[in-house]
């Protein structure tokens, strides 16, 4: 499922990700959301500690999660990530994340982040890394 | 800020809940929604241990948040909760997270939230629930 | 329960912390314990967040915790926290864990620290630390 | 590292688990010390969802965590699971965590486990688990 625009890993539930409900929290998602993204700065050849070297740091200005079906503790999962929309301002994330084995997805979701400086303050995204983000964007 | 429309709890930033950027992790918002949504209903003399008991429960079917400002280390927060919308198969809540101190709004969000049965299968909102959390409605 | 040298906050449980056997996670009083130091120090007049400012802080070299019953969903709890030994290079806080309503003893443990600079070396606890935190000691 | 008495697993320390130390939370340990245990056991052949069918669960009664070296977002890590002591009562595992990469060691702990029924009262550990977890045990 992976291709050059998007990058996907894959790990068990956590025990301590369920809750009493014997399901998955639904806050695990924007984490594992966050570990895709992880995992696709690393097979872009980059990470987002060399990102925070040049004193810029992107930051989560919106998430979104959408709940399909429930995942249950000790399931192989997927989470997929891929570059929906690079702004000046403003980058999209899209993210799918499946039950590795049945292929059932589970949920669906998205974060915009922005960049700040190490004070605090927003900033554009520099232009090195608007265009390696959208030589990464999807087409779909 | 609390009416008999809405219901917020307090609490402070406990360290576990920081990143490595010095800031509260933006998965942790979805937690404190969940902590003023329990606080709303222990304030409305019913909690959701007691709607379980019932053999039906409320599970997460989206999530949105919009994250406006950082929330930082020990800082007291705010946590406010209202119902937005209950329609015969979805009830909506919304958030309002602030300093407490500094009357800062920090971010907003909502939940939308589907009745589903032990077995997992989706059920309507029992009428008792639906009357009750229209009669917690928000005006705004 | 509180006296000069103990100090204890109180919280109900999160949905977030329970697991799939319907009671808190294990990992979730190491949490509990923190956010009781946390408010041990804030009553002390002082804060984490003022001895981080001088450039030296305290990582957790050591945890101990025993589970002696169970903490379930919106529950209240009070969690304890006093200085229970005070050396050179290493300090020790010890913990209660109790259920507020009805006095059970949930958890106790012990977590010990030591010194480091900002580029992660070791370093002797600062005199005026030493002397604060042997001030706050327990006779217990 | 893995032979017939001990299992690992491998995974990216996520950002999620850090805090404003710059390094990983010291209760993340357990949450990896418990996924290193569900290795253990799906390499077995068993997993802990089999275990919890016959009615009976392994509850935690005791956590220790000695920690060494700090742990960074993104390296990877390596968690492994041994089986230390068995007893009527009590099955006790042991953990080491490992940076993959340099092999440093960065904490090593211990958990303790008592065996309780579905309505929460502790009973004997049944005795073919008993077999099987002696028969998994190391001989460090």
Same mark, same amino acid.
């Given at each position: 499922m992976t291709n050059d625009q998007s990058e996907e890993t894959s790990f068990h539930v956590r025990f !301590? #990700? *369920? =809750?009493l409900m014997g399901i998955v929290h639904h806050s695990a998602y924007l984490v594992w959301f966050e570990e895709a993204r992880s995992a696709f700065m690393r097979a872009k050849g980059t990470s987002y500690t060399a990102f925070e070297a040049e004193g810029v740091s992107l930051a989560v200005s919106e998430a979104e999660v959408r709940y399909i079906a429930p995942a249950k503790y000790d399931r192989l999962i997927t989470a997929q990530c891929q570059v929906d929309e690079v702004k000046s301002r403003k980058i999209t994330f899209s993210y799918t994340v499946f =039950? !590795? #084995? *049945?292929?059932?997805?589970l949920a669906t979701g998205v974060t915009r982040h922005i960049c700040i400086t190490r004070d605090g303050r927003m900033t554009r995204v520099p232009d090195e890394w608007r265009k390696m983000f959208i030589s990464f964007q999807g087409t779909s």
């Open positions: !301590a #990700e *369920t =809750d =039950d !590795a #084995e *049945t292929g059932q997805k």
